[in-house]
Nanobody, 119 residues
């Protein structure tokens, strides 16, 4: 059974940094696409960044230059380094896996982790 487990998050002041981690368990292959998404209260879910198994990334316009995704294939883990955080980055952040590696249909989702940025 495939599981996606996130960790990290928390509260930080504007301009600060946080790092989120996301690990995939129960999947023997390293060929999949990982995505980070977020949802703020009263807003639709927003794509933050995706990374396929080749390391190709796609960032959302609102986080370009501030957020960085990286991966540790040996640990089946991806990281989201978030710098220069703004209050508008406050949201529940979700990690998801697309086992087809197309970065299109994410069948496995983490439980979500809260990120709160205060002024």
């Amino acid at each position: 059974q495939v599981q996606v487990v996130e960790s990290g998050g928390g509260s930080v002041q504007s301009g600060g940094s946080l790092r989120l981690s996301c690990s995939v368990f129960g999947y023997a292959y390293s060929s999949y696409c990982m995505g980070w998404f977020r949802q703020a209260p009263g807003k639709e879910r927003e794509g933050v960044v995706t990374m396929d198994s080749d390391g190709d990334t796609t960032y959302g316009d609102s986080v370009k230059g501030r957020f960085t995704i990286s991966q540790d294939n040996a640990k089946n883990t991806v990281y989201l380094q978030m710098n220069s955080l703004k209050p508008e980055d406050t949201a529940v952040y979700y990690c998801a896996a697309d086992l087809t590696n197309r970065c299109a249909v994410y069948g496995y989702w983490g439980q979500g982790t809260q990120v709160t940025v205060s002024t």
